[in-house]
């Protein structure tokens, strides 16, 4: 008797390796952030003089990047989804998601305080987040397609 | 290096990769991929494939 919600051998090897991408983008970037800082500014809480982001603003983004290599990674080796995942479902949600946190981030555009003293901050975060869940939903859509290709 | 038995096997039983795939508890890209080539797959996965397709390891997994 299979069990339907999990992943199989070769998904979970694939799996670790999209991890350890993952962890080492997200490693290379603080690394890189860290050589900025230490090169060109002395006291490492001045984010905003040397990048227009709020430290979380940063933080943030960084992590969306490791996600999406992450995902991006998992869906072009067939391990993002488990063994009879509702796609669709999943699906809907991350466009839903996307088109939420778009939404928001041109309604503080519209508001003229997309910015917040010259950095930007929780509503960029929106629109990396908004624009992150796209990419992700148009990769899941091209594999989809690339795989009706390649069928049997 | 392709596995041709494997597939050969399969389709002597007029079995499709999802059918395949399904039987031994896999997603059909993991079938895929052993018959490309592209996956070596544990010994346990082996077992559940030949079982199925009720062929001996020999049969569909050594190379000569």
């Given at each position: 008797?299979?069990?339907?919600?999990?992943?199989?051998?070769?998904?979970?090897?694939?799996?670790?390796?999209?991890?350890?991408?993952?962890?080492?983008?997200?490693?290379?970037?603080?690394?890189?952030?860290?050589?900025?800082?230490?090169?060109?500014?002395?006291?490492?809480?001045?984010?905003?003089?040397?990048?227009?982001?709020?430290?979380?603003?940063?933080?943030?983004?960084?992590?969306?990047?490791?996600?999406?290599?992450?995902?991006?990674?998992?869906?072009?080796?067939?391990?993002?989804?488990?063994?009879?995942?509702?796609?669709?479902?999943?699906?809907?949600?991350?466009?839903?998601?996307?088109?939420?946190?778009?939404?928001?981030?041109?309604?503080?555009?519209?508001?003229?305080?997309?910015?917040?003293?010259?950095?930007?901050?929780?509503?960029?975060?929106?629109?990396?987040?908004?624009?992150?869940?796209?990419?992700?939903?148009?990769?899941?859509?091209?594999?989809?397609?690339?795989?009706?290709?390649?069928?049997? | 290096?392709k596995n041709l038995k494997l597939k050969s096997a399969r389709a002597?039983?007029?079995?499709?990769q999802?059918?395949?795939?399904?039987?031994?508890?896999?997603?059909?890209?993991?079938?895929?991929?052993i018959e490309k080539?592209?996956?070596?797959?544990?010994?346990?996965?082996?077992?559940?494939?030949?079982?199925?397709?009720?062929?001996?390891?020999?049969?569909?997994?050594?190379?000569?």
């Amino acid at each position: 008797m299979m069990n339907w919600n999990h992943f199989d051998e070769r998904q979970l090897q694939k799996r670790g390796n999209a991890f350890k991408l993952g962890f080492f983008t997200l490693l290379i970037e603080n690394a890189l952030l860290l050589f900025l800082f230490a090169i060109l500014y002395d006291d490492p809480v001045r984010i905003g003089d040397l990048l227009p982001f709020t430290p979380a603003t940063c933080l943030t983004l960084q992590i969306f990047l490791a996600v999406t290599v992450f995902a991006t990674y998992c869906i072009w080796n067939d391990c993002y989804f488990s063994l009879n995942e509702n796609r669709r479902y999943l699906l809907a949600l991350f466009a839903a998601c996307s088109i939420l946190n778009l939404l928001m981030a041109i309604a503080h555009l519209i508001h003229g305080d997309f910015m917040e003293d010259g950095v930007f901050g929780t509503p960029f975060i929106n629109l990396a987040c908004g624009l992150m869940m796209l990419f992700i939903c148009s990769m899941i859509l091209l594999k989809r397609l690339r795989q009706k290709e390649d069928e049997e | 290096m392709k596995n041709l038995k494997l597939k050969s096997a399969r389709a002597a039983l007029d079995l499709s990769q999802q059918a395949l795939a399904e039987a031994v508890g896999v997603s059909r890209q993991t079938i895929n991929a052993i018959e490309k080539g592209d996956y070596n797959p544990t010994i346990r996965l082996c077992i559940a494939i030949c079982r199925v397709l009720g062929k001996t390891l020999d049969e569909l997994f050594w190379e000569e």
